[in-house]
């Protein structure tokens, strides 16, 4: 099973061999013990058959050896003659892709988003510069498609890949998503000049300077788009019939992550700078016309929301310096908005205020909050980290101070931190399948986290200091 995870020395750039990063071995001490349904599952996910640790004499620990796990296996303890997924993700979630890093490319502007492909076969970079490159991950990282944007507003705030990996959206402050051809030939594709970047209107008026788009994605099926934006309305675009299906006024403020909760598409999840999360029906709102709960626990603004997939679970990353875990079941039709701060305090330039830190909502609906990244300057991505490695053990984010980090869902344990960067690490990505990390940071660089690591990882770079209002 390892030997899938086998992968050449890449010929990324850079010299020395320092490595940035830091792991504990296994949970520290807890920063919060979550007791809930979700730590029984992701035991599931990710606990070895007990059969498998009885290869030897004595009391069973977990993490079990990987030599202990292999001999249960060859003398068939379990009964089954090979590991299940939970036994492969016991052993694959302790090998932290924490090396490194080395350097996948470098840019003159600030990097926005960064996204592998659902089979990680490719990987979507998105700068503020008004260019996408997509690397070929099993090619050396080689560029794909080189991809001058169009109809650009500030920065690319979000891209996003069809589920076929033929088409790309890529959204700005803008109502106009564009999408481009990635399955082409030509690898160079500058917006209706190269190649005919169609534009998709969002708008339903004549205002089309009055709000731009934070985040969009594509449905599983590839037939729909959802997107957030900063007229504090979530969107449904209709690929096929190429017309705006829904627009919901979601929020009281902007909306800066919205997501599909599952494959079936009629659940969304939306955050916003009204520090709610909401849940969206889509099989009882024209019925309704509101949504179909809030929930309540974050003291500042939501940046961005990951479902787990499963239609139930979600994180979501906030202003007020933490990310949050949350099951809808515990949605509420109520909302309270206590008075807590200074409302001059703005995140994108000014430290969170240090009393505010020790503040916790008085209806705090969230299962578990995890501490110790920060959420400043720009709208900050976390995500699960992936089933098929991990069970969804962990959770990431990256951090404005120039860092990743690394949580365990249950125990609330920072695992590791991922320190290379000197400028803020807005989006970073775990691939699905190997155990690598790639983080991209308003410095310009795309660097890459693996286990084992190569002999060709980089310097950490100089940390610049940061300049605050």
Request: aromatic letters at 10%; charged letters at 25%; a positive charge.
């Amino acid at each position: 099973m390892m030997s899938r995870f086998v992968k050449g020395t890449n010929s990324c750039g850079g010299e020395g061999s320092a490595k940035g990063s830091s792991a504990s071995e296994g949970p520290s001490q807890p920063s919060n013990h979550l007791d809930h349904e979700i730590a029984h599952l992701t035991k599931l996910g990710s606990a070895p058959h007990e059969l498998l640790t009885r290869a030897a004499p004595g009391r069973s620990r977990l993490p079990i050896s990987t030599v202990k796990m292999l001999v249960a296996r060859e003398t068939n303890h379990s009964g089954r003659g090979r590991f299940s997924s939970a036994d492969g993700c016991h052993l694959l979630s302790r090998y932290l892709p924490i090396n490194g890093p080395c350097r996948v490319d470098r840019m003159k502007s600030r990097a926005y988003t960064s996204q592998f492909s659902a089979d990680g076969s490719l990987f979507i970079a998105g700068f503020q510069g008004s260019h996408i490159r997509i690397y070929n991950v099993n090619n050396g990282w080689k560029v794909q498609k080189d991809i001058l944007a169009k109809s650009l507003r500030w920065t690319i705030t979000d891209t996003s890949l069809s589920p076929d990996q033929r088409y790309l959206v890529y959204a700005s402050m803008s109502p106009m998503v564009n999408i481009v051809n990635v399955g082409s030939a030509a690898t160079e594709s500058v917006a209706n000049i190269t190649e005919i970047h169609d534009g998709l209107d969002f708008s339903v008026d004549d205002n089309n300077d009055e709000f731009g788009i934070f985040s969009v994605k594509y449905s599983n099926d590839g037939r729909e788009l959802v997107a957030a934006s900063s007229n504090n309305s979530i969107y449904v675009y209709d690929l096929e019939a190429k017309r705006l299906s829904l627009q919901i006024p979601a929020h009281m403020s902007d909306v800066n992550t919205v997501c599909f909760a599952d494959e079936t598409g009629h659940l969304l999840y939306s955050g916003s700078d009204d520090n709610l999360c909401k849940v969206w029906d889509r099989r009882c709102f024209i019925t309704k016309g509101q949504a179909a709960g809030v929930l309540m626990g974050h003291l500042e603004g939501i940046t961005f929301l990951d479902s787990r997939g499963d239609g139930r679970y979600l994180i979501s990353n906030g202003k007020d310096q933490t990310t949050k875990l949350w099951d809808i079941r515990k949605m509420s039709s109520k909302v309270i908005y206590p008075t807590i701060r200074d409302a001059d305090w703005d995140y994108r330039w000014m430290e969170y205020p240090q009393k505010a830190r020790k503040l916790r909502h008085p209806r705090d609906q969230s299962l578990a909050t995890y501490r110790g990244h920060s959420v400043l300057r720009t709208l900050i991505r976390c995500y699960f980290s992936p089933t098929y490695s991990t069970g969804q053990k962990y959770i990431y984010t990256g951090s404005s101070d120039s860092s990743v980090y690394i949580y365990d869902l249950v125990s609330g344990a920072q695992v590791a931190r991922l320190d290379y960067h000197d400028e803020p690490v807005r989006d970073c990505n775990w691939h699905p399948v190997y155990p690598m990390i790639i983080s991209s940071s308003w410095d310009g660089d795309i660097v890459k986290w693996e286990f084992p690591g190569s002999d060709k990882s980089i310097k950490r770079r100089k940390r610049r200091r940061k300049n605050y209002l």
